[in-house]
């Protein structure tokens, strides 16, 4: 029983963690970047001011073209501060390029 | 009359809103630990119907209430419930009774997020013709992807009667599971587990409910709804209770 147990609460806790990465990664996850204070600020907006009326979205399963209809449109939502809505833009940018980079990026194995 | 000069206000703030933030609500029973940004203002209004009670079989009760929230800082919301008010018709009559108006304050702790788990509390001081009621919550809040947790637990002190002499407590933890399929919309169940202390010196039966709950919302507006059912057998509380809660940002 404490068995099931613990494999539950790690599979639980892996599975978070999991989520956490992928809905909005954090910066150390996106490679090198040039603007890391910047970025963490996005995601810092991100994660709360974008989560306010909905949970936050997973940000690679929206498209670079349909980000660049429903942005704007949500930051005006979140009436966000113009400092505010570059750092969350620059941060889901930085999403979707580091994302788009890994895919185009043949595995090393093979 | 009134009501009619009340509903133009609501239907005139409708119209001429601005662009807001919404604070819906995804479950009827359950708080969450979200509050207002600083500035907002959101009409909320709540109907609860209860019905089908082992020991009468001819209740029903209807309940309102008319609130409006207030953002005082992000992280501070001030709430007046202007009017709480039931039809109650038992197997002796049917009465229209005025309960109480109520002042109610939540403070966020800390910001809910796919990072860190989201914590409020609240208060709440309610006061009516022979009432008086006195509440406490913790409100914790889960957010992972598309599901989010809610965990409430309230203590309520409680004086009624003609000198507010017959006392009683009362303690609820309180559940919910949302799955948000889209950003607009929830699906998720509830479930309320109560019980009350009668003169603070007696143990009162435990009675739970279960339901499912739905709620959608767009950029002005939201709603939820939530049917909850009895699981427990506890002849003088309703097996049945639905609650529509709706809400107008602006």
């Not at chain 2, 206000?9 to 207002?36: K, N």
Request: glycine residues 4%; aromatic residues 12%; charged residues 20%.
């Amino acid at each position: 029983m404490k068995r099931i147990l613990l494999t539950l609460m790690a599979s639980i806790s892996i599975i978070g963690c999991m989520d956490s990465i992928s809905v909005a990664p954090k910066i150390a996850e996106l490679g090198t970047v040039s603007n890391a204070m910047q970025l963490e600020r996005g995601r810092a907006v991100y994660i709360t001011s974008c989560s306010r009326c909905h949970n936050a979205i997973r940000i690679t399963s929206i498209t670079k073209s349909e980000w660049d209809g429903i942005l704007p449109e949500m930051i005006e939502e979140s009436e966000l501060t113009i400092s505010d809505s570059m750092a969350v833009t620059e941060y889901i940018q930085a999403v979707l390029n580091a994302s788009a980079s890994a895919a185009a990026q043949p595995s090393k194995s093979e | 009359m009134s009501y009619k000069i009340f509903l133009s206000v609501l239907c005139a703030l409708f119209i001429v809103q601005s662009p807001c933030i919404a604070t819906s609500r995804t479950s009827p029973w359950v708080y969450h630990s979200r509050t207002m940004m600083e500035g907002e203002f959101e009409y909320e209004q709540w109907v609860t119907f209860k019905t089908d009670k082992k020991n009468d079989s001819e209740y029903n009760e209807w309940r309102f209430r008319h609130e409006l929230e207030w953002g005082v800082t992000d992280r501070l919301q001030l709430a007046l419930y202007f009017a709480d008010w039931r039809i109650k018709q038992t197997s002796e009559q049917e009465k229209i009774t005025f309960r109480d108006v109520a002042l109610e304050a939540v403070y966020q702790v800390q910001t809910p997020s796919i990072d860190q788990v989201g914590i409020a509390m609240y208060g709440e001081i309610k006061y009516g013709p022979e009432f008086l009621e006195l509440e406490g919550k913790c409100i914790l809040e889960w957010e992972f992807e598309q599901v989010s947790v809610l965990y409430n637990v309230t203590v309520e002190a409680e004086w009624e009667g003609d000198d507010l002499s017959e006392t009683k407590g009362k303690l609820e933890n309180s559940f919910s599971l949302t799955y948000q399929p889209e950003p607009s919309m929830t699906w998720g169940v509830q479930a309320v587990w109560e019980k009350e202390f009668p003169e603070w010196n007696s143990i009162g039966n435990d009675v739970v409910s279960i339901g499912p709950s739905f709620s959608w919302q767009n950029s002005n507006w939201w709603f939820s709804i939530s049917p909850l059912f009895q699981i427990t057998d506890v002849d003088s509380e309703p097996d049945l209770q639905v609650r529509l809660l709706f809400g107008i940002d602006f």
